[in-house]
């Protein structure tokens, strides 16, 4: 089954960049997409940004358009995803997590993920 290694959070003051990276394993399918989704105290989770291994689409939720930037790297055949945050906010506290619907080849809206990772605390202090 698919896993997930995260890591990268921490915490920052506003306006500060974090990166967060994901190793993924266990994909038996040759096309996939990986997304991140989070989720603040109190509050559902929310997807925020998607990544397609067949074409390297993005998608992006309209609240980190500019300022997250998902990325790919499959060198040395370790299936590695970052997010880069930019101009980070108070709101984007949450805890971040690796996930991945294990069907779509594309990113869209209304993803729904089956496996997760464990998380990464990501704090913004105003």
């Known amino acids: 089954h698919v896993q997930f290694v995260e890591s990268g959070g921490g915490s920052v003051q506003s306006g500060g960049s974090l990166r967060l990276s994901c190793t993924a394993s266990?994909?038996?399918?040759?096309?996939?997409?990986i997304a991140w989704f989070r989720q603040a105290p109190g509050k559902e989770t929310e997807g925020v940004a998607c990544?397609?291994?067949?074409?390297?689409?993005?998608?992006?939720a309209d609240s980190v358009k500019g300022r997250f930037t998902i990325s790919r790297d499959n060198a040395n055949a370790k299936n590695t995803v970052h997010l880069q945050m930019d101009s980070l906010k108070p709101e984007d506290t949450a805890v971040y997590y690796c996930?991945?619907?294990?069907?779509?080849?594309?990113?869209?809206?209304?993803?729904?993920?089956?496996?997760w990772g464990q998380g990464t605390q990501v704090t913004v202090s105003s």
């Open positions: 266990g994909f038996t399918r040759d096309y996939y997409t």
């Open positions: 996930v991945t619907d294990t069907v779509s080849i594309t990113c869209q809206s209304g993803y729904d993920p089956v496996a």
């Open positions: 990544i397609s291994s067949s074409d390297e689409s993005t998608y992006y």
